[in-house]
């Protein structure tokens, strides 16, 4: 049987506008540690406020050069690199159900992907990665997310295909 694979990338205009938003969130960073000779407080502030965005800035700027993919999608698995937060491989039997989650004025379209256990896609990542997504994920009840803006092909498109690859797994495991 001929096995089937897909692998979407970033969209490379997202991946630069996210460099260009993160230098434009540093540039008041750099002010205030600039200012910071004048006033300690504002520079202490400036030194707390920038790390942030320059590692965004960096990680944008790899993104765009290395060019990793955003997700893979195998007969057996989903993987998810599309952002600092992506959970790596999601099999198929993992997976409960999928939804497209409209964003709002400020938040994005996203692909939701429920899941039976969580806790069992967090014991495969590194420990830093497990504590952040845990913490985050505590609100978001069996569930992970990628966002649209990771991707070059639209949600709809990406659902139809997860659902297809997970229904087919479920009736080979019948």
Do not use: C
Request: no cysteine.
């Amino acid at each position: 049987m001929k096995r089937e694979e897909f692998v979407f990338y970033p969209s490379k205009r997202q991946l630069v506008l996210q460099v260009l938003v993160n230098l434009g969130l540093l540039v008041p960073g750099i002010l205030l540690i600039l200012l910071g000779t004048e006033v300690l407080f504002l520079g202490v502030l400036g030194v707390l406020y920038s790390p942030f965005f320059v590692f965004m800035v960096v990680y944008f700027l790899y993104r765009l050069v290395k060019g990793n993919p955003s997700i893979i999608i195998t007969d057996d698995y989903l993987y998810d690199n599309g952002g600092i937060f992506g959970v790596g491989r999601i099999y198929w039997e993992e997976v409960e159900s999928t939804l497209i989650l409209k964003g709002g004025k400020h938040e994005k379209d996203s692909l939701v992907i429920e899941v039976v256990d969580p806790d069992a896609i967090l014991r495969r990542l590194g420990k830093g990665k497990q504590m952040v997504i845990g913490m985050l994920n505590k609100f978001q009840l069996h569930a992970f997310y990628i966002p649209q803006e990771t991707l070059n092909i639209p949600l709809k498109d990406l659902q139809k295909i997860v659902e297809r690859k997970r229904r087919k797994k479920r009736v080979r495991r019948g």
